[in-house]
């Protein structure tokens, strides 16, 4: 059967989550099931180890399906790294219907144009979104249709991903017993879970700091206008640290998430911070202001490559709304005020949002904004939903099994008794 449900999955270098969700008549979606596993099989976006991956898929995806009680076989798939391109195309059409009047049909031909634009076989588009249309050279609008002219022109932004990515990705998730409805870019997922209406309007630039990547994504009235993959990410903070102090990459993560800061205005107290080493080199002592000066300089690096990307993409202009920060690496205390130091305008730390009562506390964090965004429509990709069949929890099944053995007991015993 078909109803409102929403699953995605979003493959991370640290981690894999998977969601399903419900979407409600007022647009807030209800969240049924969450699900997360560690992640051995992708580096900086790319699946490295499909076997692996499809492991830790089989289960997170396990975990989401037994607590929303329901079973499906297609999910939204979030795709990063630095082999995502964004292509600008510009194409119209003439409106030939007998009264001029723009419909649907002209915002298809326009739609399967950009769909037959020739791009090397080593990419694939993955998303066409419509950014401007325009009437007879001189109407500018949002949304055409009804409006009478004689040539619609149109801007989409093409969002293309590398083939060999998108196959790894797609056979990673075949194996776990699923098929992929929908690639969609992480940023834009990002983005539809964290920013609000008014800001993707006048102006703003999203950072996801995950694990293996930082995406940034750049919005104006409603429409993505640029974005950027690097590959500078919360894992580098922590190789940073681990090498610096000698110490096991679990002890550094340990540390950057306790104790991590990364600026040194956001300390409160420059207490003595205990250092478990390996080895003959002992057991050391060091100030959170040492170990802020560590994360400091990885983060300024990452702020100052994305500040020039912006300038130099004539993008920086128009962040009137500022900066939104998001992703497990926005959570170091100190990430805004370093980020409004390095940009010069103002930060803040996007939340999911639109989010009802129940599992939405467990995933309202910036480390889940993509695959919260991953349930959600994205412009020119409207989602009806996928196909669900009710399951029981393992712990009813179990209870079942036992009743099940329980009866056939007391039928022998009965029939024994009987036959005596």
Do not use: W
Request: with cysteine; net charge negative; glycine share 8%.
């Amino acid at each position: 059967m078909k109803q409102n449900i929403f699953a995605g999955l979003d493959l991370g270098t640290t981690k894999v989550c998977a969601i399903i969700a419900e979407k409600k008549e007022n647009g807030s979606f209800d969240i049924l099931g969450f699900g997360s596993s560690p992640s051995v099989g992708l580096s900086k976006g790319m699946v490295v180890n499909i076997a692996k991956t499809a492991e830790a898929i089989v289960e997170a995806m396990s975990i989401a399906r037994n607590k929303a009680g329901i079973d499906i076989t297609e999910v939204n798939v979030g795709v990063a790294g630095e082999h995502i391109k964004i292509m600008r195309y510009l194409n119209y059409v003439t409106i030939n219907n007998p009264e001029r009047e723009v419909t649907q049909l002209e915002l298809d031909r326009l739609h399967a144009d950009v769909k037959m634009v020739q791009i090397s076989e080593e990419k694939q588009i993955i998303h066409i979104i419509p950014e401007q249309f325009t009437i007879d050279n001189h109407i500018k609008v949002d949304n055409p249709i009804g409006m009478a002219g004689q040539r619609l022109e149109a801007a989409h932004n093409v969002v293309m991903a590398a083939t060999t990515a998108l196959t790894n990705i797609r056979k990673s998730v075949e194996r776990a017993g699923y098929s992929v409805k929908n690639f969609i870019l992480q940023p834009i997922a990002s983005s539809l879970s964290v920013l609000e209406d008014e800001e993707t309007d006048v102006g703003v630039a999203l950072i996801d700091i995950g694990g293996g990547t930082t995406d940034m994504a750049v919005f104006e009235e409603k429409r993505i206008k640029h974005t950027k993959v690097i590959g500078i990410a919360g894992n580098m903070v922590t190789n940073d640290i681990r090498e610096s102090l000698g110490i096991v990459t679990a002890e550094a993560e340990k540390l950057k998430r306790e104790h991590g800061y990364t600026h040194e205005s956001a300390i409160i107290r420059d207490q003595e911070i205990f250092i478990k080493r390996v080895g003959a080199r002992g057991n050391i002592k060091i100030p959170t202001s040492l170990l802020t000066q560590i994360i400091h300089a990885r983060m300024k690096e990452l702020f100052e490559i994305l500040n020039l990307e912006l300038e130099d993409s004539k993008n920086k202009e128009k962040l009137k709304a500022g900066i939104v920060l998001t992703g497990g690496g926005s959570m170091l205390k100190g990430c805004v005020e370093l980020a409004e130091e390095v940009f010069g305008v103002p930060a803040r730390i996007g939340y999911p949002i639109d989010l009802t009562p129940g599992l939405s506390s467990e995933i309202g964090k910036p480390e889940y904004a993509t695959v919260v965004g991953l349930i959600k429509n994205i412009p020119g990709n409207e989602d009806e939903g996928s196909e669900v069949t009710e399951i029981e929890p393992e712990i009813k099944q179990e209870k079942k099994k036992k009743d099940s053995g329980a009866s056939k007991l007391m039928k022998r015993i009965i029939q024994f008794f009987d036959e005596l």
